[in-house]
Nanobody, 120 residues
């Protein structure tokens, strides 16, 4: 059974930082591209970042480029997202997903999410 479990969210002031983690099980993590997506209140799911199986390539949405960094530790089956210089627009539920970015924004395997709230 594929399981993805995010953690690390919380309440942070604008300009602050958080590090999200996603622990995976039930599949060969080190063989899969992994993705972070987020959903702001009242908005559709938005792709945030993806990273290839061996970290050779990564990509970030323009809205987070230069502020967020995706990484992974295949020895720990764990995906990370470092969030710096947070803005109120970054508020939402952050999910990790198995696989590459989907044009349809539909992911067969997605965790339960972790809430990030950016507010003063």
């Amino acid at each position: 059974e594929v399981q993805l479990m995010e953690s690390g969210g919380g309440l942070v002031q604008p300009g602050g930082s958080l590090r999200l983690s996603c622990v995976s099980s039930g599949f060969i993590f080190g063989s899969e591209t992994m993705t972070w997506v987020r959903q702001a209140p009242g908005k559709e799911l938005e792709w945030v970042a993806s990273i290839s199986a061996h970290s050779t390539t990564s990509a970030h949405a323009d809205s987070v480029k230069g502020r967020f960094t995706v990484s992974r530790d295949n020895a720990k089956d764990t995906l990370y997202l470092q969030l710096n210089s947070l803005k109120t627009d970054d508020t939402g539920i952050y999910y990790c997903a198995r696989g590459a970015r989907m044009a349809t924004n539909e992911y067969k395997y997605r965790g339960q999410g972790t809430q990030v709230t950016v507010s003063s």
